[in-house]
């Protein structure tokens, strides 16, 4: 796992226009079930490299585990892996786009993506900012204003499907509860300090979000929870 961040500070130009494109041909290389098992089993065996991942990795408020597996100099690009646990707390995760294109592999189970775009005569929501703060895993939110958003897309994705999106595309994932779900998700360089969420639930104004990181055995667990799991 250190060769290939090493591999990807070198090679992966993460704030080049065209960045989404490499960061899905890289992700379909990284994420297969013959790579990615040893790669990530390799963590469990590296202390050192197991606390560094644990300080940057934390349970996202969209619902599943965030693990930052590397990260390129001022988080350039990120490299992360997201598992639902079938035994996680009910949520929705809300409409969104995001401050830098990504690429994104199903490791296992499968996903229900969405598709939305502004469009008058849609469906009224309040559209919000979510900015990063100073801080680790700090997040504020502040109403903008309502808007009104139609679905353009929906569709299940399985296992060894992939995809990559832009920066300002909204777009919102659905995952059942029926056993774990896992994707692994090559994000670029940022393209703006902020995003915007879509939603009519509740999220507060100026409010700071303060993210609970993962401790080592927390992160063995997910991790050994994933190679265990009879789809990798």
């Known amino acids: 796992m250190r060769q290939l961040r090493d591999r990807l500070n070198a090679s992966f130009d993460a704030a080049a226009p065209d960045a989404g494109r490499e960061a899905h041909r890289l992700i379909r290389e990284i994420g297969t079930a013959q790579v990615f098992p040893s790669l990530l089993s390799t963590v469990l065996h590296d202390k050192p490299f197991l ?36 035994d996680r707390e009910p949520h929705s995760e809300h409409i969104h786009n995001h401050r830098w294109m990504f690429g994104s592999v199903v490791l296992v189970g499968e996903i229900q993506m969405e598709f939305f775009e502004l469009a008058v005569g849609g469906r009224r929501m309040e559209r919000h900012r979510y900015s990063r703060v100073l801080g680790p895993a700090k997040f504020s939110t502040r109403r903008l204003d309502s808007v009104d958003v139609r679905p353009t897309f929906a569709g299940t994705l399985g296992s060894g ?17 029926e056993g774990l779900v896992a994707t692994l998700v090559l994000q670029a360089a940022p393209v703006s300090p902020d995003c915007e969420v879509l939603t009519n639930d509740p999220l507060g104004s100026q409010s700071v979000v303060e993210l609970k990181k993962f401790t080592e055995e927390e992160l063995t667990e997910r991790i050994d929870s994933l190679l265990k799991s009879t789809s990798i």
């Open 161 to 177: 499907a992939s995809y990559w999106l832009r920066s300002n595309l909204f777009h919102r994932i659905t995952v059942g509860r």
């Open 51 to 86: 606390s560094e991942i644990a300080g940057a990795s934390y349970m996202h408020s969209n619902g599943f585990d965030k693990i930052v597996l590397a990260a390129g100099p001022a988080d350039e690009y990120k490299l992360r892996l997201h598992l639902w646990r079938p």
